[in-house]
Structure formats: C-alpha cells, structure tokens
C-alpha cells in the first residue's frame, strides 16, 4: 500500500487490470488535473499545488518518418527524477534511460499516450545503479499540441522480493 509519507513505499503485485493497486495518491491529483486539460495551453504551473511540482515531467511527441515510431524527448522534468538518476535527464531520449526486463512495454505505454485523449498509470521494479531495487510509479497523459504530460514517483519496496514485475492501465 502506498502512504503519502516520504520515502515512499510500495508492495507490488504482477496484476494488469483494473484489480491492481490503488494508484499512489500525488499521481492520482496529476492524472486529475491533466485529464482535464488537453491542451498545454491550459496547464498553468500557478495552478499546480507544489507538492505535485517536483514529481512533472514533459515530453516531446517527435516523428522523421511516419512508418517510424515516436520518439519522446524529455522537454521538463521535476526534481524527482533528476535525483533518481543523480542527474538532469532533460533533453535527452527515453529510450537512453529506460532498462531491464520491462523496457519495451514501459516505452510501449508511454507511446500509447501519443493519440489524442489517451493516459496510461503504470508502476514497475527498477535496478538504477548500484541501488537496491525500488519502485517507480507515473501517470502519462497526452495532451496537445504533441506532449505527454505525466508525473513520476519513487520508493522503497516493502514485502516484495527483488525480481521484476510490471503492470499498467488506462486513466
């Protein structure tokens, strides 16, 4: 279960439907917010309570070639994910940062945001580093013109082995 406290704590399980975990609560005000806002224009930073800043992210929506996937640039992020990866990560691809066994569908989710009107919430087990396991859980949301707008969280894990799950659904 997961608690509003610092650090964050997650018990994971390998569900992928609508009986899986309740989504962690900071996540769940940003899936609120930018579920009603489908244009950038309308996401307004003043408007954003700043316990939720920390935890946004921005990506670009980037196509060379229709045949092609998108790729997603890294235009914004909080500093939650910049301390995760003990570094500022924008700029740069997601390809260049995600890894392990769930690599594809994490990215295979995040691209599932590209259409217009779409928001995936997933949570996985991640190895970054030299850190023990922990978990990292985000809502994505597509919002115009050509962004996904989402927020990212990190915690410890609490009665979960180190081995990998995944699981995912649409908001």
């Not at 579920?35 to 224009?41: A, C, F, V, Y």
């Not at 990866?85 to 997601?94: L, N, Q």
């Not at 994490?106 to 996985?124: K, N, Y």
């Not at 809502?139 to 989402?150: D, F, Q």
Request: with cysteine; proline share 7%.
């Amino acid at each position: 279960m997961l608690s509003d406290d610092a650090p964050q704590r997650a018990s994971l399980g390998a569900n992928t439907d609508q009986n899986s975990p309740a989504m962690n609560p900071i996540l769940a005000r940003i899936a609120a917010y930018l579920s009603k806002r489908r244009d950038g224009t309308a996401v307004d930073p003043v408007h954003i309570a700043p316990d939720l800043l920390p935890h946004l992210f921005i990506l670009a929506i980037e196509r060379d070639h229709p045949d092609n996937p998108p790729r997603l640039r890294i235009r914004l992020t909080g500093t939650t994910l910049d301390n995760a990866f003990g570094r500022s990560v924008k700029g740069h691809f997601m390809e260049e940062f995600l890894h392990g066994t769930h690599s594809a569908a994490v990215l295979a989710g995040f691209r599932s945001c590209v259409e217009p009107g779409t928001g995936i919430w997933m949570r996985q087990v991640v190895k970054i580093g030299n850190r023990a396991p922990r978990f990292v859980e985000g809502v994505a949301v597509h919002v115009e013109p050509n962004r996904i707008y989402g927020g990212l969280q990190f915690g410890e894990l609490v009665g979960h082995s180190t081995g990998s799950s995944f699981e995912s659904r649409r908001i």
